[in-house]
């Protein structure tokens, strides 16, 4: 007796205990639930990155303000179409005030500079004007002071002054002709339209700094507090007076966002998963006692599935919302081949409850076993990938198909066999016909096998010529992760008359993120290279140089008010020091041995001076360590280890665009010895990620394809005698998958951190349909010398299920079309669509497949012993 054949006598035999200790075990792994945590964060690259560890370098070494702080961004627009006239930017101070007595916000803001925009720099201006007229009226005590006025000697200023005076002010502050500190300061808080030395603007930038509890680290979560002061600055300026609009953007608000996102879709997507499904199993079983043992399936696997995570502290985030509904497909297709084989059985011969309980479970049950290894197989193949969120991912449903076995294999059959018995001896039972075996879908599906008995060569070149096409189509798909695809959209309209519980809240955040990013330049648009070594070598300032030729020339390098590209380098801050410091511009040209302007000697002294002049701009360009490999004020003992250049990119173009200045200028030196550079920051970080995500699909696809062939050939090979029935069954989910390729390319839909895991999750639930229409075939082939018989029994009876589950998983997999993130529309809506191809492979192409496979292939032995009078029963069932 084989595992399977003992499985089904202790189900049929024992039924309440297996009942009793399912609950009991569904119990204990629920419990689970209860430690599940949420996550907003969605993962990128894994710590091991380059590009990523040199940013985080380029950040901490280079600025500790930057490192250990985070920044938002406020864009304050004015009906008038002046954002720089005197109301707006008096409100604009006074908004700084509110923002500062707050108290959830204070807590985390900056000792210095905690608020910064056009405001502060024209009103620091006037008073700084008056410090050298002492004859105008001021409330200034002291003269030549560095830090910031307080606010409100800023706004007493400007209100002191008439609109003429404010105006003339602003252009004395953003004079293209004048550059000073606060002129730079202000290009990068104008938006890239604004016209230098006007006195009007469209808008402009406040930007908002809070600590952090270290450094920042790339696609990790802020703290509460800080999320939280965030919330607070939007909710002051939905408070403000005037006519000023404010648009909000911080990394503390994406997080809030996206957890509301994750709650309000999971609110919208439960009930409409469960309508689906109780639709489409009303329609399927036509029996309610069917379908109320579907439902409690689905629960269990559910339970098993957020439970684990529970368990082994596995966050919910916004991939996991794919997997509830993956699941209750999954469990969909397994409830349905389960009770329609019951079915079939107690239709066939009309046996009893117990037998046909028994028969069905030995029958399908290996399929079923051999659907969870090889989607399972599908799942795990995303541990290969280096995002975090994915692996996560594969993990957990691999945990799902898992529990959907043993759900769906031992709780819900016995539940099944101890009702059905219980109606059975009472004479109440009436088990429906099983789906195709008569009407419209019965003649569709006899449709199939005729086709394919006529013509199966002709089916077969047919869908290879159609896989080629979409082979070689699905070589443009396009690979992308923008950062909006996980924040979410306006609801839609209808969503405002539900009820409260599941109404969706206002989702501002990508309308404000778009308003900004095509207005102005964001942190996500700054570029740098990391040059690491020995950076005193002359050559090193050569190389720096060239560097900054070749990036100014760049069309994707952004531009300032006054038309120069955004660059900052050692060199062009020393070329600024020089200006300004008389010592240190005499130190600067006599390193210049040959006139180029750039300076060759030896570059050790002329570091200390650059250090000495302007610590500040030092700092930022080139860092200095001690024998500790910290960082050192202190000349004579400090060692000097790396150099960073900072390029802006332009927001506006593609990433692979944006890129290249980057990766151009890091190549320049690449001839220099006993220096890296390293092109990074998030524009590099980000097509890193697009990389990644194309190599994820490339490899998982492949290895779930290797490992799936190889378990199939194995378990037909010891199963059904026969190994190359294995490779036949896994030819449609082949050509399946490449259908779908072929139409992300044809809809432009981009591969991303959630489409990445179309390929190998397409594998595993394709498979799923073909090895039991496989295995099918070889039990219907086993008995019957016909094959062309065999084909129709598996395509009417198998086919019939597969057409059920086909539109009951695509209807769930369709519910995500209603999330609010549109990475997981664009999933749902592709897993929908893989699931008609793999149903459609499975029914209509398979079948010539087989067809071949016993006439030209090994299957034509099994015939040759029937006809002999010695018939191998290729199913051991």
């Not at 329609?283 to 689905?298: C, E, H, Q, S, T």
């Not at 500790?628 to 506006?652: C, F, H, K, M, P």
Request: glycine share 8%; aromatic share 6%; proline share 5%.
């Amino acid at each position: 007796m084989s595992r399977i054949d003992r499985i089904a006598t202790v189900v049929t035999e024992y039924s309440w205990i297996v009942i009793a200790v399912m609950v009991l075990t569904t119990a204990a792994v629920g419990a689970g639930t209860g430690a599940m945590e949420e996550s907003s964060s969605v993962t990128g690259l894994s710590d091991d990155s380059e590009v990523s560890n040199a940013y985080d370098v380029a950040r901490t070494d280079f600025s500790p303000r930057e490192a250990n702080t985070t920044t938002s961004v406020i864009a304050i627009s004015n009906e008038s179409g002046n954002a720089l006239s005197k109301a707006t930017l008096v409100r604009t101070l006074r908004y700084q005030q509110k923002l500062r007595e707050n108290g959830t916000l204070n807590a985390t803001l900056v000792d210095d500079r905690p608020t910064v925009s056009v405001a502060n720099l024209v009103a620091t201006a006037a008073i700084a004007s008056d410090r050298r007229h002492p004859d105008r009226n001021t409330t200034a005590a002291t003269t030549g002071r560095r830090t910031a006025p307080p606010l409100e000697e800023q706004i007493a200023r400007l209100e002191s002054m008439d609109d003429a005076e404010v105006a003339a002010v602003v252009r004395r502050v953003l004079d293209p002709e004048r550059p000073t500190a606060a002129s730079r300061t202000a290009s990068r808080l104008l938006p890239r339209t604004y016209e230098p030395g006007s006195a009007t603007a469209a808008s402009h930038l406040l930007v908002l700094t809070q600590e952090t509890d270290g450094a920042v680290q790339v696609d990790v979560a802020l703290s509460k507090p800080v999320s939280d002061g965030q919330r607070a600055a939007r909710s002051l300026a939905a408070t403000q007076p005037g006519t000023e609009a404010y648009h909000v953007f911080g990394g503390g608000l994406v997080s809030g966002q996206q957890s509301a996102a994750i709650s309000d879709s999971l609110a919208l997507l439960g009930p409409l998963a469960l309508a689906f499904v109780l639709v489409s199993l009303s329609v399927a079983y036509r029996d309610p006692i069917d379908v109320v043992l579907g439902l409690v399936g689905v629960v269990a696997v559910l339970l098993w599935t957020f439970g684990a995570m529970g368990w082994l502290g596995i966050a919910f985030n916004q991939t996991m919302i794919a997997v509830p509904i993956l699941l209750i497909g999954l469990s969909v297709d397994y409830a349905l081949h389960v009770f329609m084989r019951y079915r079939e059985e107690r239709a066939a011969d009309e046996i009893g409850t117990r037998p046909a309980m028994a028969r069905s479970l030995r029958r399908v049950g290996p399929a079923l076993v051999v659907v969870t290894v090889t989607t399972a197989i599908g799942f795990l193949a995303n541990l290969t990938s280096p995002m975090g969120d994915i692996r996560s991912f594969g993990l957990v449903a691999a945990i799902g198909i898992t529990a959907t076995l043993m759900v769906f294999g031992l709780f819900v059959p016995a539940l099944k066999f101890a009702i059905s018995s219980r109606l059975d001896r009472s004479g109440s039972d009436r088990t429906p016909s099983p789906p195709g075996s008569a009407g419209r879908l019965g003649r569709v599906l006899g449709a199939s096998a005729s086709i394919a008995s006529a013509a199966p060569l002709a089916v077969v070149v047919f869908a290879l010529v159609l896989s080629a096409g979409a082979a070689y189509g699905a070589t443009g798909v396009d690979v992308a992760s923008p950062d909006e695809a996980f924040m979410a959209d306006d609801p839609p309209e209808w969503t405002a008359s539900l009820p409260d519980a599941v109404r969706p809240g206002e989702f501002y955040l990508k309308e404000n993120r778009r308003y900004i990013d095509s207005r102005f330049q964001t942190p996500d648009t700054q570029g740098y290279v990391l040059v690491e070594g020995n950076v005193t070598d002359p050559e090193a300032l050569e190389r720096v140089a060239a560097a900054e030729r070749t990036a100014s020339r760049s069309e994707a390098v952004a531009t300032g008010p006054n038309g120069a590209a955004t660059i900052v380098t050692p060199l062009s801050a020393m070329e600024r020091a020089a200006a300004q410091n008389r010592t240190f511009n005499e130190t600067f040209h006599a390193a210049d041995t040959d006139g180029d302007g750039v300076p060759d000697a030896d570059l050790r002294p002329l570091y200390d001076e650059f250090y000495a002049a302007t610590p500040d701009l030092a700092t930022r360009t080139i860092h200095r360590t001690d024998e500790d490999g910290q960082a050192s004020g202190d000349a004579a003992s400090g060692r000097y280890t790396a150099v960073r250049l900072r390029i802006a990119v332009d927001g506006d173009v593609d990433r692979a665009t944006a890129v290249a200045p980057l990766r151009d200028s890091a190549a320049a030196f690449d001839e220099t010895d006993d220096v890296d550079a390293t092109a990074t920051g998030q524009p590099v970080i980000a097509k890193e990620l697009n990389d990644r995500l194309a190599m994820t699909l490339l490899e998982g696809l492949g290895l779930t394809l290797v490992v799936v062939l190889g378990f199939l050939l194995i378990s037909f090979r010891l199963r059904e005698g026969t190994a190359s029935l294995g490779a036949v069954t896994l030819v449609p989910v082949a050509f399946s998958v490449s259908w779908l390729l072929g139409t992300m390319a044809l809809l432009e839909i981009p591969i991303g951190l959630v489409t990445a895991l179309v390929g190998s999750i397409s594998v595993g639930l394709g498979v799923d349909y073909a090895i039991h229409v496989s295995e099918r075939f070889a039990e219907e082939y086993g008995t019957r010398a016909d094959a062309e018989t065999a084909l129709a029994r598996t395509v009417r009876g198998t086919g019939g299920a597969l057409s059920s589950s086909a539109v009951t998983t695509a209807a769930g997999f369709g519910v995500l079309s209603f999330a609010l993130l549109p990475a997981l529309r664009q999933f749902g809506f592709i897993l929908a669509v893989g699931i008609g191809y793999s149903f459609l492979a499975s029914v209509f192409i398979q079948p010539s497949l087989l067809l071949l496979w016993t006439r030209y292939g090994a299957g034509s032995t099994v015939s040759e012993n029937v006809d002999g009078g010695t018939a191998e029963n290729v199913s051991h069932r």
